[in-house]
């Protein structure tokens, strides 16, 4: 029986956490954040703003780039979790998809989908039926299935991370940067299978993103960091009909705007981080 959920009711809580790396470069500072047990969360932001470290940080991916949680506290479904290994904490449920669609290319996409099941300890015929549903969401991975993953597709291959992630049958995904790289059609894909895996399989999902409008089509709520700091939060709704959020991260704007640079710096600065 899974325990129960965090008396805030979230199923992860991130609090007040601060990230050094190599023992001096400040990268997060006071970053907070709730996701609720069965949402999408989306985490938004700029190239280089934290996002990737905040999904590290949570799943304590940091010490091999010389990275360390100085300061606040990761709980999931009430417990601490950020003195934990990365393999104790998928044992918990929270895996994480990588950025960049990181597969073993040398391995069949099969076999791929397979190292996902490693932690497991319910038997062959349990992992062969998980196996039969990543192929039902997936289903070119299906006809892909002997073919070296390497080999496939940038689309296939992302499939195939996330696919990967599904076989260790976790309660919640830290997803990195899905639509990286990726063309429009297959992006609109993986972000509905995640929004059927959610609804379906009640799989929790942590999404970096920086198609900001495409993640808030599909997310119920969204957090923005920017330098490092959390600036804004809300609800989806919210943020995708924000002024700000807008112009600076959906490029529309009610207004004429002939210097977007100097309008977001200016505006940015002065209404978010003073």
């Known amino acids: ?43 938004l932001g700029a190239n280089g703003a934290g996002k990737t470290t905040t999904l590290k940080a949570i799943s304590n991916l940091l010490g091999a780039e010389r990275g360390i949680v100085t300061k606040g506290s990761i709980e999931f479904r009430g417990d601490r979790v950020d003195k934990l290994t990365p393999s104790e904490l998928v044992k918990r449920g929270v895996t994480q998809v990588m950025e960049g669609r990181h ?32 192929y039902g969401y997936f289903t ?22 996330v ?10 995904i830290l997803l990195d940067e899905p639509s990286m790289g990726l063309a429009p059609q297959l992006v609109e894909e993986i972000f509905e299978i995640v929004r059927q895996l959610n609804h379906k399989e009640k799989v929790t999902f942590l999404l970096a993103e920086q198609n900001t409008n495409m993640a808030l089509r599909y997310a119920k709520y969204g957090y923005i960091l920017e330098n ?9 709704q919210d943020l995708a ?11 529309m704007s009610g207004k004429d705007r002939k210097s977007f640079r100097k309008v977001k710096h200016y505006r940015r600065r002065k209404r978010w981080l003073t």
Not at 111 to 131: K, V
């Open 140 to 161: 070119r991975l299906k006809q892909r299935r002997k073919s070296l993953a390497g080999y496939t597709s940038g689309g296939e291959q992302q499939m195939v991370a």
């Open 103 to 134: 597969c073993f290319e040398h391995l069949t996409v099969e076999e791929n989908l397979l190292t996902g099941a490693y932690t497991r300890s319910d038997g062959r015929r349990a992992i062969a039926q998980d196996l039969e549903m990543v």
């Open 228 to 236: 490092g700091r959390m600036v804004m939060d809300g609800t989806a």
């Open 1 to 43: 029986m899974q325990k129960a959920t965090h008396s805030n009711g979230a199923m992860l809580t991130v609090n007040n956490i601060e990230v050094i790396y190599d023992h001096v470069i400040l990268v997060l500072k006071g970053v907070s954040l709730d996701v609720p047990e069965g949402g999408i969360v989306a985490l």
């Open 241 to 251: 009909d924000n002024e700000d959020v807008r112009e600076f991260y959906l490029g």
């Open 163 to 172: 696919g990967r992630a599904l076989m260790a049958r976790p309660s919640m």
